[in-house]
Nanobody, 124 residues
């Protein structure tokens, strides 16, 4: 069974930085694109940054120039380096990895797997 474990959230002051990590474990056949999403209570989940298996990246308008997504394919891990954090970045951050799991020795249908979420709070 595939699991995604996130780490790195916390409380920081405006202008500071944080780095989030998300590692996948289990019977993995192949990982395709990865991404980070965030959600504020009562609002819809929004895309923050995505990265393809070919390292093509996209960013939400509100984080361009401040956040950077990267991945370590050998470790099945995706990172989000967040700089110049603002109070409006406060949210629960979720990682997503789109992959094929190995089930009974065969690749299963490709689908998205999600982390448990990590709280990021930016406040003075």
């Amino acid at each position: 069974q595939v699991q995604l474990v996130e780490s790195g959230g916390g409380l920081v002051q405006p202008g500071e930085s944080l780095r989030l990590s998300c590692a996948a474990s289990g019977s993995i056949f192949r990982i395709y694109n990865m991404g980070w999403y965030r959600q504020v209570s009562g609002e819809q989940r929004e895309s923050v940054a995505t990265i393809t298996s070919g390292d093509v990246t996209t960013y939400g308008d509100s984080v361009k120039g401040r956040f950077a997504i990267s991945r370590d394919a050998a470790k099945n891990t995706v990172y989000l380096q967040m700089s110049s954090l603002k109070p409006e970045d406060t949210a629960v951050y979720y990682c997503m990895q789109n992959m094929q799991e190995l089930k009974a020795g065969r690749p299963a249908v490709r689908r998205a797997y999600w982390g448990q979420g990590t709280q990021v709070t930016v406040s003075s």
